[in-house]
């Protein structure tokens, strides 16, 4: 326990990689919110509006074949500073979107830099952390989401007031170019590792080893996008205003649970708090069917950063202690080619329910309350997985952390 409590988290080379994820999440969530609510400006459905928002999955699925070989090829701040310029370009045309096809537009380009985004700060990350501490330090460094997750939202939709969609985009971008700008206070790392030849391989696309944590994830980030694409939609329709609290109360309870959860996953092992997350996560959607006041809005935000908000991490440091330090880029991109499927198939499913039920007579707030019941199926789905193919081969890498740091 001493050795472990002996391990620095906060390096240098962390905090820096650290704030960089602060800024860009901010960035993110400032405008998370408002891209439904922007889309339905634009006339936009139900349906339409969840193929919107997970348009840039499509992007970002697409380009997963080109983010493994390129951690092995160059070097990540490169990679990280090649994304954000990708980034600005996207939050310049959300600016100028003038209708659906215009907002779609932009969200595929956005999903080409997302495409790369996420593995590649991950791996940096992990690269900066002790590997008797990873669980924790991976929590610590997700806390970057939800320091943003607690003031982005709001602060998107207040400055929608003061100075429209377009400035809040392009404000969102600006921070995204302070981002950039960062990417050179992060210490030179070493070129990668020479690759013999020039072949693709789809291994160094994903790994195998984290293809079960990626199905895992697929079915509760598929859940979680049902929040982000409709939570301010069902909001507003029962007539709860300041919902961008919702991802407050969140926030803030990921900022208590995550170190504590990190922590005991490192010395009791992942499952420990993967399976009740689940069940809390379950819960949370009951909650949100039933919501009519802010009181039970903030209610599920606090069991959602229970249940989701504890298991992403832990669910990431099982992909990233699945394989060797080398492969851990393509241990990520596996991650989050099961979290880019289920922002591209979920949505779309949760919008179609609403669509349907209206269709069928429902009202606004019957769709949307029944759609997130629905939404318990996927966490189940998830929590199955898990239980008939997880635990076991979970077991073996969180009992012996070294296995895979001697490469």
């Not at 992942?270 to 949100?288: D, K, Q, T």
């Amino acid at each position: 326990m001493s050795a472990v409590n002996n391990q620095r988290i906060w390096s240098t080379g962390f905090t820096i990689i650290f704030v960089i994820n602060v800024i860009i999440n901010f960035a993110q969530y400032m405008m998370i919110t408002l891209v439904p609510k922007f889309a339905e400006s634009l006339g936009a459905s139900a349906v339409v509006i969840g193929v919107v928002t997970g348009t840039f999955a499509i992007t970002a699925l697409a380009v997963r074949p080109l983010v493994g070989p390129a951690t092995l090829r160059l070097r990540s701040q490169w990679l990280l500073a090649g994304t954000l310029l990708i980034l600005m370009a996207a939050f310049i045309l959300y600016s100028s979107a003038n209708s659906v096809t215009g907002l779609f537009v932009a969200r595929l380009l956005h999903g080409t830099g997302m495409g790369f985004l996420a593995p590649v700060t991950l791996s940096l990350a992990s690269q900066a952390l002790p590997a008797e501490r990873m669980a924790q330090g991976i929590g610590v460094f997700s806390l970057g989401q939800a320091v943003a997750t607690a003031v982005g939202p709001s602060t998107g939709l207040w400055l929608l007031d003061v100075i429209g969609y377009r400035g809040t985009f392009l404000a969102s971008g600006g921070l995204i170019a302070i981002a950039f700008l960062m990417t050179w206070a992060l210490s030179p790392a070493p070129p990668p590792a020479r690759t013999d030849g020039t072949s693709f391989s789809w291994r160094s696309v994903i790994a195998p080893e984290a293809v079960v944590p990626a199905i895992v994830i697929f079915f509760l980030a598929g859940a979680y996008s049902g929040i982000n694409a409709f939570i301010v939609l069902l909001g507003e329709s029962v007539g709860v205003a300041d919902i961008g609290t919702f991802f407050t109360a969140y926030a803030l309870t990921i900022v208590i649970s995550r170190p504590l959860a990190g922590r005991i996953s490192d010395r009791h092992g992942l499952a420990v708090v993967i399976v009740p997350g689940m069940a809390v996560f379950g819960l949370a959607f009951v909650v949100v069917s039933q919501a009519h006041s802010l009181a039970m809005f903030l209610v599920a935000g606090v069991l959602s950063a229970l249940g989701y908000g504890i298991c992403q991490p832990a669910v990431q440091t099982w992909c990233l202690i699945s394989v060797e330090p080398a492969r851990r880029g393509i241990a990520s991109n596996t991650n989050y080619i099961g979290v880019d499927l289920a922002y591209l198939v979920m949505p779309v499913v949760a919008g179609s329910i609403v669509s349907q039920l209206r269709d069928a007579g429902a009202s606004a707030v019957s769709s949307y309350q029944i759609m997130y019941l629905s939404l318990i199926v996927p966490v189940a789905i998830g929590m199955v997985v898990f239980l008939a193919y997880g635990r076991r081969s979970l077991s073996h890498q969180t009992n012996n952390p070294n296995d895979r740091s001697s490469s």
